[in-house]
């Protein structure tokens, strides 16, 4: 089994993005994007990602942007999100950094949890980023996910990557045929040492929340896709993020 999410298209520029792109507004709501995760507890934990994009035309897939897989390419890179970029937001709980539980409003505003985002494109490369809370550490390129011995960067492993795309290239093909487009990665759970927050947290059970997002370029025009949108649209807000079904992930 999974948890699965359908992602939809940040509304606040939409008609001026079809605009630029030539399309209707409605040609690109009908874009799909579905998110699936998926646990594996045995024999090692990982958390696995599948991402499924729908173009409905044949001159949107024309004009995205979406890089070849290339198996030299696989490895870490900064600043993918600038591109078409498959992104993954995971927390753990929240905690607070007060000593004092009498006062309830310091408790509050000293509330802060880690969370990790997942870039990765679909030529291969990827980052993992780690954060202490909200956009914090404020580095660009933010601070890189590290394992326990504080000298290894956090990986992902991809899945099943070849380019199975034919009807891109098949000029016989319908304008009204759908131009699909897949990747999948795992991601460790052991790698997420950051989200844990007690000694006895087994790696199934530290994501609390998830929030799976994509972007697609198109050019000049960028379209931004997640499950829900915070206004103005923020990927890092958690109140907009879905609480994390074990259950409905766990693989049978």
């Known amino acids: 089994m999974s948890q699965i999410f359908d992602l939809y298209v940040v509304t606040e520029t939409l008609a001026e993005d079809a605009q630029q792109l030539g399309v209707t507004v409605k040609a690109l709501q009908d874009i799909s994007i579905q998110v699936s995760a998926t646990l594996v507890a045995q024999p090692e934990a990982y958390l696995q990602l599948e991402y499924r994009v729908t173009l409905p035309l044949k001159c949107l897939a024309a004009q995205l942007t979406w890089p070849k897989w290339q198996s030299d ?43 990790v ?6 030529n291969g490369q990827y980052a993992l980023y780690e954060f202490d809370s909200y956009r914090y550490p404020a580095t660009l390129p933010p601070k890189p996910l590290m394992h326990a011995d504080g000298q290894t960067r956090a990986a992902i492993d991809w899945v099943d990557c070849s380019d199975n795309l034919k009807s891109l290239i098949d000029s016989k093909i319908s304008v009204h045929q759908p131009y699909k487009y897949q990747r999948s990665f795992r991601v460790p759970l052991g790698s997420l040492s950051s989200l844990h927050h007690k000694v006895d947290c087994p790696n199934d059970a530290i994501i609390n929340d998830i929030h799976p997002c994509v972007i697609l370029s198109f050019g000049e025009t960028t379209l931004y896709f997640a499950p829900k949108h915070a206004s103005p649209p923020d990927f890092h807000n958690r109140q907009y993020w879905t609480p994390f079904d074990r259950q409905a992930a766990l693989a049978k």
Request: net charge negative; charged share 20%; glycine share 4%.
């Open 117 to 122: 985002e997942i870039n990765a494109s679909p």
């Open 73 to 115: 390419k696989v490895g870490f890179k900064d600043y993918l999100w600038e591109q078409t970029c498959l992104e993954c937001f995971l927390a753990g709980s929240l905690i607070s950094s007060s000593s004092s539980k009498d006062n309830d409003q310091s408790s509050s505003m000293n509330q802060t949890t880690a969370y």
